[in-house]
């Protein structure tokens, strides 16, 4: 069984996904990592050159593939990776979802430094477009979810350990 990590950026995603491998002596796929590398350029350039369209046709394609090819690890999705429900599908057969969250105001202070990422919307201030979507998102997010750990005052070690906790008190690992 894989452990699925979803949710918004500046939730913990990738630190937490390290993590995990790491104490659990798995492997760790990075959807947005593996795009990259199969666009031969990075996120911003495939959506510059692209459109946003493009990279959501290389995400699911790859999200099929691994979630087809992949057991006994741990997939960081990218925050965008629900909005396909044919993802969410794919990922839960051989996956228990798990969701990170945090407050709008704790994912802002962590991705203000990543803000050279392509936005969505067009026309917004950088907060507001992070909070629309952040609100359009939440839904989905949580429908995916088979649980959710709020990363908003933990460490990601801390919380990497509750998602272990849960893992085994559940019987998943």
């Given at each position: 069984?894989?452990?699925?990590?979803?949710?918004?950026?500046?939730?913990?995603?990738?630190?937490?996904?390290r993590?995990?491998t790491?104490?659990?002596?798995?492997?760790r796929?990075?959807?947005?990592d593996?795009?990259v590398?199969?666009?031969?350029?990075?996120?911003?350039?495939?959506?510059?050159?692209?459109g946003?369209?493009?990279?959501?046709e290389?995400e699911r394609e790859?999200?099929?593939?691994?979630?087809?090819?992949?057991?006994?690890?741990?997939?960081?999705?990218g925050g965008?990776?629900?909005?396909?429900e044919?993802?969410?599908?794919?990922?839960?057969?051989?996956?228990k979802?798990?969701?990170?969250?945090?407050?709008p105001e704790?994912?802002?202070?962590?991705?203000?430094r990543?803000?050279?990422?392509?936005?969505?919307?067009?026309?917004?201030s950088?907060e507001?477009e992070?909070?629309?979507?952040?609100k359009?998102r939440?839904?989905?997010?949580?429908?995916?979810a088979?649980?959710?750990?709020?990363?908003t005052?933990?460490?990601p070690r801390?919380?990497?350990?509750?998602?272990?906790?849960?893992?085994?008190?559940?019987g998943w690992?």
């Amino acid at each position: 069984m894989n452990i699925v990590l979803i949710g918004y950026r500046g939730t913990g995603k990738s630190a937490i996904s390290r993590i995990l491998t790491d104490t659990l002596h798995c492997r760790r796929y990075s959807i947005d990592d593996e795009v990259v590398r199969q666009a031969g350029k990075p996120i911003p350039e495939i959506v510059e050159q692209e459109g946003w369209s493009k990279f959501r046709e290389i995400e699911r394609e790859l999200v099929r593939k691994i979630s087809a090819e992949i057991r006994g690890s741990v997939i960081d999705c990218g925050g965008g990776g629900v909005l396909d429900e044919r993802n969410v599908a794919d990922l839960k057969r051989d996956g228990k979802v798990i969701l990170l969250v945090a407050s709008p105001e704790k994912i802002l202070e962590r991705i203000h430094r990543d803000a050279n990422r392509p936005p969505l919307i067009e026309g917004l201030s950088f907060e507001e477009e992070q909070r629309q979507i952040l609100k359009e998102r939440d839904p989905k997010y949580r429908a995916a979810a088979d649980c959710i750990f709020d990363t908003t005052h933990l460490k990601p070690r801390q919380t990497a350990m509750k998602i272990i906790e849960h893992f085994k008190k559940k019987g998943w690992v």
